[in-house]
């Protein structure tokens, strides 16, 4: 059974930083190429970032220059590391495989930026 655990999230000041974890029980880790995801008030969710088992790292256009992802393969764990956030950036953020499965949606953890 997979379980995705995100953690980390919550109100940060526009300019401010977060790292949000992904704990992933389960082989989808060791086999799958991991990705962040978030869903904003009123919108779709929609794809932040992702890395490969072997960490090539691709991100979305609204992430690029200022989000990280990474991940620690001993430990299951996928990171997202957010600097300068924006009030745009609130949102719930969640982890998944790269493509996502409907079936491995953890809880998101919620970040607010707002001052």
């Known amino acids: 059974q997979v379980q995705l655990v995100e953690s980390g999230g919550g109100l940060v000041q526009p300019g401010g930083s977060l790292r949000l974890s992904c704990a992933a029980s389960?082989?989808?880790?060791?086999?799958?190429?991991m990705g962040w995801y978030r869903q904003a008030p009123g919108k779709q969710r929609e794809w932040v970032a992702r890395i490969t088992v072997g960490g090539g790292t691709h991100y979305a256009d609204s992430a690029k220059g200022r989000f990280t992802i990474f991940r620690d393969n001993d430990k299951n764990v996928v990171y997202l590391q957010m600097h300068s956030l924006k009030p745009d950036a609130t949102a719930v953020y969640y982890c998944?495989?790269?493509?996502?499965?409907?079936?491995?949606w953890g809880p998101g953890t919620q970040v607010t930026v707002s001052s």
């Open positions: 389960g082989r989808i880790f060791s086999i799958n190429s």
């Open positions: 998944n495989k790269y493509p996502p499965l409907g079936g491995y």
